[in-house]
Structure formats: structure tokens, C-alpha cells
């Protein structure tokens, strides 16, 4: 079993930033990735952001291409993501996932195995 804890959400007015931290227990998959998924009120969870481990590749929803990075501490067993130019649409929680590799499956929901609690992010216009 893996353990994700994140933590960094809050209240921000548009335009500002936010870093959110994703720490897990362990890794168990030999190609794994960690991924950051959001949900707003009334809407479905959706894919934000994904970090291939150990090969860095990332991949980003159209919507906070530019404004967002995520990025990971090997070492730590620790992702971040650093969100810039929010805007009131990013208020959403958000969730830490983590699984298998697919170059194809890494913005599905069901691709990922384990998840944190998840953390409120409120952008204020």
C-alpha cells in the first residue's frame, strides 16, 4: 500500500500562486508516474498534470499549460506543483495519484492506483 499526503492548498487571489506537495510512503511500479487530478463542485474529476519518474517527462491539460509545472524530488518520493496566473476557473480540489507508466492512459482516472486525500485550492477574483 502507498501512502500520498499532500498538502499546500488555500485560499489565493487571481493572478497569484500556489505550490501544492504530494509526499508518498513509497514506489512500487518500475515505470511509475504521479499524476495531479482536480474536481470542482459539480464536475467530474479531470486530469491536471503528470510526471514520469525517473525520466521526467510531463504532460499538462490545455487549460494551465504555461501557468502550471509539476515537478518531482526523487529522493523525497515527493511531486510538486507550482501554479502560476491563477484564475478563479483553477478553484477545484486537488488529489495526488500515483501508478503505472501509460503513454496513452497517464489523464485517465482509473490509470492510477493510490490517491491522497486531497487539498481545496480557492482562487478569488
Known amino acids: 500500500q502507498v501512502q500520498l499526503v499532500e498538502s499546500g492548498g488555500g485560499l489565493v487571489q487571481a493572478g497569484g500562486s500556489l505550490r501544492l506537495t504530494c509526499a508518498a510512503s513509497r514506489r512500487t511500479f518500475s515505470d511509475y508516474a504521479m499524476a495531479w487530478f482536480r474536481r470542482a463542485p459539480g464536475k467530474e474529476r479531470e486530469f491536471v498534470a503528470v510526471v514520469r519518474w525517473n525520466v521526467d517527462s510531463t504532460y499538462y491539460t490545455d487549460s494551465v499549460k504555461g501557468r502550471f509545472t509539476i515537478s518531482s524530488d526523487y529522493a523525497k518520493n515527493t511531486v510538486y506543483l507550482q501554479m502560476n496566473s491563477l484564475k478563479p476557473e483553477d478553484t477545484a480540489n486537488y488529489y495526488c495519484?500515483?501508478?503505472?507508466?501509460?503513454?496513452?492512459?497517464?489523464?485517465?482516472?482509473?490509470?492510477?492506483?493510490?490517491w491522497g486525500q486531497g487539498t481545496q485550492v480557492t482562487v478569488s477574483s
Open positions: 495519484s500515483a501508478g503505472p507508466w501509460s503513454s496513452v492512459r497517464y489523464n485517465f482516472v482509473r490509470q492510477y492506483d493510490y
